[in-house]
């Protein structure tokens, strides 16, 4: 009888501490699971655009700074929305980070449309010492707060010139009574109808097939845009008007960033700035072989006096000046 008591007593024991072993081992197994962080990245155009080869940089870094503890799933070709719905997607933390235009930025904060001021830039040198500046920095504190994420720095969408399929455009009277899509900026809306044409937003992904069906005349872009987007099936004409050095923003949700330990936010920070300066050396490559490509693809470049374009802006300059901190900030940066 005591040895059949023992015998159960052992019995009892073998299963607790077997039942205590698979407890651990779940334990054990869920909470590697649970170290492992899924990151969804987005951007709104192709895989060839140097947006990709930023998101890319930051997949590559952040994976191996956190020995591959956190993943990065990168979804190009606005899968995740056009660029407003992915600017909200990062402020509510469904999407955990994005690159995103100055133009769609606006409508989150109007203080971003100091940067889509056409001329504001002379050139690309110009743009990011700018950017990389106080101004640049101090801009980056006001989108944090309007958008509630982190900055992780800026790139760039292009030096956007105007083209069309229906004539050369040398000076603004020859925009007038076309259709022109113009990124979703009020400021560039208000540009392009001073040069007279008839501006118009629309989404990014739907711009080929507008063009394909006559619904608008053409648009402004840069050339990796034209290359890219296959745009050169669908226009002619490209004009030198530079009128526009488009800032692009590297940010990520700062909802999803303050669950992390210091330790991925300090990745995610490192693997940012090696994504934005990654997607300006793209950017720089792309555009020098694009114009190439493009003229072996029938496009016609004509050279224009920007000094035209320039003139018919200063209205625009005095309408929006107090809207993005007023003709001394602007000054300031032409002094830059």
Same mark, same amino acid.
Request: with cysteine.
């Given at each position: ?22 407890? *651990?081992?779940?334990?054990? !197994? ?20 140097? @947006?990709?080869? %930023? ?7 952040? &994976? ?12 190009? =070709? ?20 994005? $690159?995103?235009?100055? %133009? ?33 920095? /101090?801009?980056?504190?006001? !989108?944090? &707060? ?16 105007? /083209?069309?399929? #229906? ?8 925009? *007038?009574?076309?259709? $022109? ?22 989404? /990014? ?24 987007? #296959?745009?050169?099936?669908?226009? *002619?004409?490209?004009?030198?008007? =530079? ?13 999803? @960033? ?24 793209? &950017? ?27 003139? #018919?802006?200063?209205?625009? @300059? ?11 900030? !602007? ?6």
């Amino acid at each position: 009888m005591k040895f059949r008591i023992l015998l159960i007593f052992l019995l009892i024991v073998f299963i607790l501490i077997y039942c205590d072993n698979c407890s *651990k081992k779940d334990s054990e !197994i869920s909470s590697r699971a649970s170290e492992i962080i899924i990151l969804k990245v987005a951007q709104n155009s192709s895989i060839e655009h140097p @947006y990709q080869a %930023g998101l890319e940089k930051f997949k590559e870094v952040l &994976e191996r700074e956190t020995n591959n503890t956190v993943k990065v799933h990168i979804f190009p =070709n606005g899968q995740l929305g056009n660029e407003e719905q992915e600017i909200l997607g990062v402020k509510l933390g469904f999407i955990d980070a994005t $690159i995103v235009s100055s %133009g769609s930025l606006a409508s989150f904060m109007p203080n971003i449309e100091l940067f889509n001021l056409p001329y504001i830039f002379r050139d690309l040198e110009h743009f990011y010492r700018v950017l990389d500046g106080f101004i640049g920095q /101090w801009m980056g504190r006001i !989108i944090e &707060e309007k958008v509630n994420c982190v900055f992780l720095g800026y790139c760039s969408f292009g030096t956007r010139n105007v /083209w069309n399929k #229906k004539r050369p455009i040398l000076t603004p009277d020859d925009l *007038k009574g076309m259709k $022109i899509r113009v990124t979703s900026s009020p400021i560039l809306l208000s540009a392009f109808d001073t040069f007279g044409a008839q501006a118009t937003t629309m989404d /990014w992904n739907e711009l080929y097939s507008a063009l394909q069906q006559g619904v608008i005349d053409g648009a402004e872009c840069d050339m990796v845009d034209l290359l890219v987007e #296959k745009f050169y099936e669908v226009t *002619k004409y490209v004009s030198y008007t =530079n009128h526009f050095i488009g800032v692009a923003s590297f940010i990520f949700s700062k909802k999803k @960033y303050d669950r992390f330990p210091p330790s991925v936010q300090a990745a995610i920070l490192k693997a940012g700035r090696a994504g934005a300066v990654a997607a300006r050396k793209a &950017e720089d490559e792309f555009v020098h072989r694009a114009k190439k490509e493009l003229e072996q693809k029938g496009i016609e470049f004509f050279t224009v006096d920007k000094t035209l374009f320039r003139d #018919k802006v200063e209205s625009v @300059y005095q309408k929006y000046a107090d809207r993005v901190g007023g003709m001394k900030l !602007i000054e300031q940066i032409a002094r830059y």
